[in-house]
């Protein structure tokens, strides 16, 4: 979540509150920035539930589909709209934002946010990914050991990782935030 939110949203797009704004329109926009940018096509798509259902149940998007005004918009007619076969995938992972103990505070890690990116199966320290995961050691573990807590009379079961994301091809993504 902390690389999303440290990325600044591009400028003018993500209304898709009105209905005159094609919201296709806009995502081949941002197909044609990536590739002008890398000269490659971006081949994932990342979208918020929130932002999901604004994108599917817009009159534009209906439109696009025979039918569509009674059965909304799959994510399958979706990949097929898009001007680049790139693979759509909807972010449901919620979080609380209080601290144990406190009322319960739910909230949407990716919300009404749209990332279009370049991203590997298989990403080597030579991939055009817009993003890696950095580790020092296979799997991510560095150490696994147990340890006894004598307070709670209970075994300690710790695992020490190391893991670093990085944003290492900024060109190859661009965001999208809802208003």
């Given at each position: 979540q902390t690389l999303i939110d440290s990325m600044t949203p591009v400028s003018g797009k993500g209304v898709w509150s009105d209905p005159d704004v094609d919201p296709i329109k806009e995502l081949d926009e941002l197909i044609q920035n990536i590739v002008t940018?890398?000269?490659?096509?971006?081949?994932?798509?990342?979208?918020?539930?929130?932002?999901?259902?604004?994108?599917?149940?817009?009159p534009k998007v209906l439109a696009r589909q025979p039918g569509a005004a009674n059965i909304g918009v799959s994510l399958?007619?979706?990949?097929?709209?898009?001007?680049?076969?790139?693979?759509?995938?909807v972010g449901i992972?919620?979080?609380?934002?209080?601290?144990?103990?406190?009322a319960k505070s739910?909230?949407?890690?990716?919300?009404?946010?749209?990332?279009?990116?370049?991203?590997?199966?298989?990403?080597?320290?030579?991939?055009p990914s817009f993003a890696k995961t950095f580790s020092t050691?296979?799997?991510?573990?560095?150490?696994?050991?147990?340890?006894?807590?004598?307070?709670?009379?209970?075994d300690i079961l710790a695992v020490d990782w190391s893991e670093e994301r990085q944003v290492v091809?900024?060109?190859a993504a661009q965001l999208v935030s809802l208003t």
């Open positions: 940018a890398t000269g490659m096509m971006p081949n994932r798509l990342a979208i918020g539930f929130a932002a999901w259902v604004v994108l599917r149940h817009h399958e007619q979706l990949k097929g709209m898009l001007a680049a076969p790139v693979e759509p995938r992972l919620s979080k609380d934002a209080n601290k144990f103990g406190k739910a909230q949407q890690i990716f919300g009404a946010k749209v990332l279009l990116f370049i991203g590997s199966e298989n990403p080597t320290v030579y991939d050691k296979r799997g991510s573990v560095d150490a696994v050991y147990s340890y006894r807590e004598t307070n709670c009379r209970s091809y900024q060109e």
